[in-house]
């Protein structure tokens, strides 16, 4: 039986392609658990909700390095989406 990239690399080449990026495998499985929890929370970090009382300097610092990375990523997309729609005229 051929695998088709969830448990073994895929024999198929460019099975798994978003955008520029090629995967061997599903790229779901190269998401560990830590790391869907900081995606979950950044809609709440977006929305101005953070994890623990207090203020912004009294969330552990993990968390912080992690909504920053994710946020960068999520301009950087969000500008390459208004790049494309300007291109296009606005379509």
């Known amino acids: 039986m051929i695998d088709n990239g969830c448990e073994q690399d895929s024999p198929i080449p460019g099975a798994w392609k978003i955008e ?3 995967f061997q ?3 779901l499985k190269i998401i560990n658990q830590q790391s869907k929890e ?5 809609q ?3 929305k101005g909700y953070l994890p623990n009382p207090g203020s912004w300097l009294e ?5 912080i390095d992690a ?3 994710i946020s960068r990523e999520v301009q950087e997309i969000e500008k390459e989406e ?5 291109a296009s005229g606005g379509r």
């Open 20 to 22: 520029d990026w090629e």
């Open 25 to 27: 495998r599903c790229p």
């Open 38 to 42: 900081y995606l979950k929370a950044y």
């Open 44 to 46: 709440f970090f977006d």
């Open 59 to 63: 969330q552990p610092a993990k968390f």
């Open 67 to 69: 909504m920053r990375v």
């Open 82 to 86: 208004q790049e494309k729609l300007a």
